[in-house]
């Protein structure tokens, strides 16, 4: 806990010359909260109105020992022993930092670690939702000191427990990785409806800057689908992207094709919506994923939430896919923010 003894209060009205301890924050409801004078400010006598009007008509003068930190250097110490690579911290106002994406990636989190740090106290540290994808220059995390001062053995505590643990937020960057599309559906060979791939599942790909090295169309055939599947591995693809094929009706054979290529199933079958009839399997090292057919008409399903972890490199076990039952709905909201909401969280 902070040391109060360190705190003299003194009357705005006798507060000419001081200088400020903190930053002194405006609120004006429902347009603004911000510093209106920031620590280091010596107080004016034209100052002492506006101090008013922020209802402060006192003022704290600090004397910190060197066993005492101030909010502001103990938020920076925080974001420097918390983060990982790939991670930038503004400047403290208000006590606080933010912490920021300095590439695109998969946001890691080490809740244990998290949940640890937040419980000795007089520390704050609150981040975003493990797993989710983040652009370059999001906001990922904000930390800070709840008091005014915090001890140095506190924080020197933190740093030991990081020291152990490793970052408490990281980010897995997004690879390179060489995709193979597989679309299937004897009418869409036949030319009977037009493959609408690129507009859908292409989009994906191409947002996050994954390589199309080929796209082949398959007739409903087990051992046409293994074939292509085979001749993808051959071609260099890490990544297997199959549509069409997974309902219960008796032309869908996706899985069966799958199987005969030599794929272990480690899935199919999830508790998400839209998404439950996804396919994972492995062929010696190459994921495969067969979408289902809600890819073409949702804006969002669960190939938005494995796709992205895939590309950083993250190996999803089906236990973990079971677990996303839990937030596993999409209400198909209207006007879609993803992944700014419930969904898969």
Not at 88 to 114: H, N, R, V, Y
Not at 121 to 134: E, F, H, M, Q, Y
Not at 266 to 278: H, I, K, N
């Amino acid at each position: 806990m902070c040391n109060e003894n360190q705190y003299r209060t003194i009357s705005v009205y006798q507060s000419v010359g001081t200088v400020l301890a903190h930053d002194i924050t405006q609120v004006i409801p429902g347009q603004s909260k911000t510093p209106i004078f920031k620590r280091g400010h010596v107080v004016k006598k034209e100052d002492i109105p506006v101090l008013e009007s922020c209802g402060k008509y006192n003022l704290y003068d600090l004397d910190l020992d060197e066993d005492t930190i101030h909010e502001d250097d103990g938020a920076v110490r925080i974001c420097e022993a918390a983060c990982g690579e790939g991670l930038s911290w503004s400047p403290p106002a208000e006590g606080k930092s933010d912490i920021f994406a300095e590439m695109s990636g998969i946001l890691k989190i080490d809740i244990d670690t998290l949940m640890k740090i937040n419980s000795l106290g007089d520390i704050c540290l609150a981040t975003r939702k493990s797993t989710i994808p983040v652009a370059k220059g999001q906001k990922v995390a904000a930390t800070r000191i709840i008091p005014l001062t915090i001890k140095t053995l506190r924080l020197n505590y933190v740093q030991e427990i990081l020291q152990d643990s490793g970052p408490v937020i990281s980010i897995l960057p997004y690879r390179n990785m060489k995709v193979a599309a597989i679309v299937t559906g004897s009418e869409i060979v036949a030319g009977k409806i037009e493959d609408r791939f690129d507009e859908h599942v292409g989009a994906k790909l191409r947002e996050y800057s994954a390589e199309l090295i080929s796209k082949e169309y398959a007739a409903d055939h087990a051992d046409i689908i293994a074939e292509k599947i085979t001749a993808a591995k051959a071609g260099g693809a890490e990544l297997v992207v199959i549509t069409g094929g997974l309902s219960i009706d008796p032309d869908d054979v996706t899985r069966q094709g799958v199987r005969k290529a030599g794929a272990t199933i480690e899935l199919y079958g999830t508790p998400v919506l839209p998404g439950a009839m996804f396919l994972m399997a492995d062929l010696e090292g190459v994921t495969v994923l067969g979408l289902p057919a809600c890819v073409f008409h949702s804006h969002v399903t669960l190939f938005d939430l494995v796709f992205p972890r895939i590309l950083a490199g993250e190996k999803i076990s089906a236990q973990e896919i079971y677990s996303l039952g839990h937030g596993g709905l999409c209400l198909n909201c209207p006007t879609c923010v993803f992944p700014n909401c419930s969904f898969g969280r």
